[in-house]
């Protein structure tokens, strides 16, 4: 992690990091590919639950994240006992704290439902989906938990052994359950579960392979100390999860004012848009543990370094990404609802919109990773908030007031340039400060 070349580093740390990622948003695709094929109103369900979903992965992200660069940074200090005391404590209180969501979430499905922007006519199959989702959340909290410790202990490769599991199970149970049982969206829903149960229990069971860490139940403490550095490593993943839920609501409601297939269309544009994050993301993911070692042991220029390589790599992906998003739109939605014109027109023109502006994502990300490994964590915080909060929700209310359904388009290449700004400006200060660090050394 300290002698060899960042670059080559980060590269074969990422492969098993974007194909977990890619995983997971499989997940997502899968269900809307076998869905649309029940109706618009089932499309636009899996978008109204895309809502807990989120916030699942919100709780899993600031567990996993939290716990995970610690164990990293305590690794790098050759600390074993409290990596293993930070893992047990991070996993089991996700799950705890995810199993007591779902179980409310249940118990007030319509009230929830209605809140994240289901319609009348969205209702009843949203809530066929939601009840196995919310089931499953426990486990899908606990799968994304265990991936990021492996993964920010270097074990990124076993990681994915345990996700790819669910993955194919999930793709050869969709089918059966929606169209050979006639279950329509519940057959989505139980598939989602059952496959997330099993990438669980597999996850569960590689814990401490490969010179790994453990999670053992005695090592799990209820103390202060532990949850603070949780919260100080995880606290930005939750806002940009938890930020994504809330704007995902928010658009769903504004969208649902247009009818169903505004919400549908905006659906689908997010199961896309999640596919090629998803590899953004994997790679920043490589990035992580190399910072996160290098950092705590005060290897200040192979951070710089590999945070720069990241943000260029990063960065060509994304204007390819958008290239292709651009020139292929009408296509690429009808993959998923080739019968509804209305889904498709709109469909397209959002994500075009959203092509024109996705090459600045590159630094976006990587930003709030470095910030967040690096233990900057208000400003971690704000990068992680900006694209989705700071700057969506107001554009979000501000253009749809201004420009009603036509302006809806155009608010997600605002919010990009702005928190692209941001994130420029904050970046630059921390490897400042950094180098300032380096010389009192």
């Not at 426990?138 to 076993?158: D, E």
């Not at 409601?253 to 549908?264: H, T």
């Not at 490994?373 to 700071?390: D, K, P």
Request: aromatic share 12%; glycine share 10%; charged share 10%.
């Amino acid at each position: 992690m300290t002698t060899e070349p960042v670059e080559k580093l980060v590269c074969g740390l990422a492969v098993p990091s974007i194909g977990s990622m890619m995983v997971s948003a499989i997940y997502n695709t899968v269900d809307t590919f076998f869905v649309g094929r029940t109706g618009t109103q089932s499309v636009a369900a899996l978008g109204i639950v895309f809502s807990f979903m989120v916030i699942t992965q919100a709780i899993a992200f600031m567990f996993g994240h939290g716990s995970g660069n610690y164990i990293s940074r305590a690794l790098g200090r050759r600390d074993t006992s409290t990596a293993a005391t930070m893992a047990a404590t991070g996993f089991f209180s996700a799950v705890t704290v995810s199993a007591a969501i779902a179980t409310t979430a249940i118990c007030f499905m319509e009230p929830v439902l209605r809140v994240f922007g289901a319609t009348p006519t969205i209702m009843p199959v949203a809530k066929d989906y939601f009840f196995w989702i919310a089931v499953g959340a426990p486990f899908i909290t606990g799968t994304f938990v265990i991936n990021n410790q492996m993964r920010l202990q270097g074990n990124a490769r076993l990681a994915l052994r345990g996700i790819m599991s669910g993955a194919l199970l999930n793709m050869v149970l969709d089918p059966i359950f929606i169209f050979g049982f006639d279950m329509g969206v519940a057959g989505a829903g139980l598939a989602t579960a059952l496959s997330q149960l099993t990438s669980f229990t597999v996850l569960l069971s590689l814990t401490g392979k490969n010179g790994g860490i453990a999670i053992r139940p005695r090592n799990f403490r209820l103390q202060g100390w532990y949850y603070k550095e949780i919260l100080a490593g995880g606290i930005p993943s939750l806002f940009r999860q938890g930020m994504m839920g809330i704007v995902t609501i928010c658009l769903n409601n504004v969208a649902g004012l247009y009818g169903d297939s505004v919400i549908a269309a905006f659906s689908i544009t997010q199961r896309l848009t999640m596919l090629s994050n998803s590899i953004l993301i994997g790679f920043g993911q490589g990035f992580q543990p190399v910072c996160g070692f290098n950092y705590g042991a005060g290897l200040f220029a192979r951070v710089r370094r590999a945070f720069w390589f990241c943000v260029r790599t990063g960065s060509v992906y994304c204007f390819a990404v958008a290239i292709v998003a651009f020139t292929f739109a009408p296509g690429l939605i009808s993959i998923f609802r080739a019968d509804d014109p209305d889904v498709i027109s709109f469909g397209t023109l959002v994500l075009r919109c959203n092509a024109i502006t996705y090459g600045f994502l590159g630094l976006i990300i990587m930003s709030n990773m470095f910030l967040q490994n690096i233990r900057y964590t208000r400003s971690a915080i704000v990068v992680a908030v900006a694209r989705e909060g700071l700057f969506f929700l107001p554009t979000l209310f501000l253009i749809q007031m201004l420009w009603g359904k036509a302006g809806l388009p155009a608010v997600q290449p605002v919010s990009d340039v702005l928190a692209f700004i941001l994130s420029l400006i904050l970046s630059v200060k921390a490897l400042q400060d950094m180098k300032k660090k380096e010389k009192s050394l």
